[in-house]
């Protein structure tokens, strides 16, 4: 049976007065992430238990087990300090505003002391944007890589210094496109293009390619491949309509959003922002977003700030306009 499509005023907040007025203090906000956590109700993340009590300090007790937890617990508001209710402002913050928002814009409207409390915190969310279990793309499918970065004058494409970045988009219609899947790769024009297309393609549908002959072996994992040789069109945008489009409008929002620079070693989870919103662009309730991104998060890890930071290697992407130069609101890692 399909779910229930969550209804505005019901099952989540329409505009932000009733934000404020549905979440007063941690309680309410905390019977809410119940509810998203555990719909059907509280599942023991030790033995699977039904049945619990509550103890005075407001953790739910497994009465089979003896587990203590929280609806907080593994989640990205594992262990915070900060009221819930302002995390519900920021979520809300960042799906109502239509291209998202910088740390430091975050920052700014919340109150933080730090920028690396806000940088933290749009990191976490990043993680929770994606969720591992979604659906594959299908039915016709545009497939190719693009690059992003600074410039690099007189080396085009592969060539250049640039990030290159593996895209599939589906077409919907004439001049519609549904929904995207982006990841960065470490070289362009390598065999990692076909796992990609293999992860997040359904088999049976039809890809559409640029003449690279890398391409060619699509046939045969199990998709009707349709291909098109770019010397013999003259506008080449009309190769691949629908990845052009999305490149162009994810470089509009790296330098838009971001300010002209964000950190190489983090690229993949801007890519899963920019996705969560492309995929959601014709949205017309913003607090449907904010309920989609909070059902996520009850359900993503906590991600620590050593954790978040990393430390894989040097930065690889620089947007600036002035290398080397910070700007005002740059998304980097403090």
């Known amino acids: 049976m399909e779910a229930q499509r969550p209804v505005a005023g019901t099952d989540y907040p329409g505009t932000f007065q009733e934000l404020l007025s549905w979440f007063p203090d941690n309680a309410a906000c905390i019977a809410y992430l119940e509810k998203l956590r555990w719909p059907d109700g509280f599942i023991c993340p030790a033995c699977g238990g039904a049945e619990y009590w509550r103890t005075s300090r407001g953790l739910l007790m497994c009465s089979a087990c003896g587990r203590k937890t929280s609806v907080t617990a593994g989640t990205i508001f594992h262990r915070t300090r900060t009221p819930l209710a302002t995390w519900f402002a920021a979520i809300w913050f960042i799906t109502s505003q239509k291209n998202g928002v910088s740390a430091q814009g975050l920052q700014r409207v919340l109150g933080f002391g730090s920028y690396e409390t806000a940088w933290a915190w749009m990191h976490k969310l990043r993680r929770a944007m994606v969720r591992p279990d979604r659906e594959q793309l299908s039915g016709d499918v545009e497939l190719d890589e693009i690059f992003v970065g600074g410039r690099a004058t007189g080396r085009p494409g592969a060539g250049t210094a640039k990030v290159p970045i593996m895209v599939a988009v589906e077409r919907r219609g004439r001049r519609q496109l549904g929904r995207v899947r982006m990841r960065v790769v ?149």
């Not at 890398?214 to 629908?242: C, I, Q, W």
């Open 186 to 334: 470490d070289r362009p024009n390598t065999a990692t293009i076909l796992e990609f297309a293999h992860d997040v393609i359904a088999e049976g549908s039809t890809v559409y390619t640029d003449g690279t002959r890398l391409f060619r072996k699509l046939a045969a994992m199990g998709f009707n491949h349709e291909y098109v040789t770019s010397y013999k069109v003259e506008d080449l945008d009309t190769v691949m309509p629908g990845v052009h489009l999305v490149s162009s409008l994810l470089k509009r929002w790296l330098t838009g959003t971001l300010h002209y620079a964000v950190s190489g070693d983090h690229l993949d989870y801007y890519l899963d922002e920019f996705t969560f919103r492309f995929n959601r662009r014709r949205s017309a309730k913003r607090g449907l977003l904010f309920y989609r991104l909070l059902q996520q998060a009850v359900d993503a890890d906590p991600h620590p700030l050593k954790d978040l930071i990393g430390g894989g290697g040097p930065l690889r992407l620089q947007l600036s306009r002035y290398p080397g130069r910070a700007c005002d609101g740059v998304d980097q890692h403090p």
